[in-house]
């Protein structure tokens, strides 16, 4: 028994064993297995931002009380924003989802990953994104926590926040969030196969 408690706190340890001490959240901001913390509605106060990404180039937003508005993606994707750590196993979890929803609706969805860690080394961002293969903005700097209070002071990781076209908030996700988070993404986007079949279905007009 005891054997066994060493080996559950020797595999814990190696778990957060590169969370930073400087991070702004540690390991008990981390959603707990098996709970189900609340995923309360988010109040929206105008405010700006312009948010890192680790390729250097900026992603210009602004706050509104209907949701968010990305300057780059408004009117033509919906946005998914992810708020994370490196450190976190659940958001490590939820990876292979979100690129898999990223690929099924490129023309028409972006994800923009938020990193909540402070002082991380940008080599170990980008190996991080190396390793998993991450191929959408992943953002650092003071703004993502700006950011983060702005949607409903983020507490816990991982949270993701779906947002229309048009900027609209949609539906803020804690914890386990593949099967709604799918569903809700096909709500408000039509699948390549539906937009395919409404265009066979258009007549066509010949000119004269």
């Given at each position: 028994m005891k054997k066994s408690l060493l080996i559950g706190l020797m595999v814990t340890?190696?778990?957060?064993?590169?969370?930073?001490?400087?991070?702004?959240?540690?390991?008990?901001?981390?959603v707990k297995p098996g709970t189900h913390p609340s995923s309360a509605p988010v109040e929206f106060v105008s405010e700006n931002f312009t948010l890192l990404t680790t390729d250097e180039k900026f992603i210009t937003l602004k706050s509104t009380t209907q949701g968010l508005?990305?300057?780059?993606?408004?009117g033509k994707k919906?946005?998914?924003?992810?708020?994370?750590a490196t450190w976190c196993p659940p958001c490590i979890?939820?990876?292979?989802i979100l690129k898999e929803l990223r690929e099924k609706y490129k023309d028409d969805f972006e994800i923009v990953s938020v990193l909540f860690e402070k002082d991380k080394p940008k080599q170990?961002?980008?190996d991080f994104i190396k390793e998993h293969g991450i191929e959408y903005p992943l953002t650092v700097g003071e703004d993502n926590f700006k950011l983060a209070k702005q949607l409903g002071n983020v507490k816990n990781i991982p949270e993701m926040f779906l947002f229309t076209k048009e900027g609209r908030f949609v539906k803020r996700f804690v914890v386990?969030?593949?099967g709604v988070l799918s569903a809700k993404t096909s709500l408000i986007i039509p699948s390549p196969r539906a937009v395919k079949n409404e265009?066979?279905?258009?007549?066509?007009?010949?000119?004269?």
């Open positions: 340890g190696l778990l957060f064993s590169g969370c930073d001490n400087k991070t702004t959240i540690d390991e008990s901001a981390m508005d990305f300057e780059e993606y408004k919906a946005v998914l924003v992810d708020v994370f979890e939820e990876l292979p170990e961002i980008l386990k969030t593949s265009e066979m279905k258009t007549p066509k007009i010949s000119s004269l």
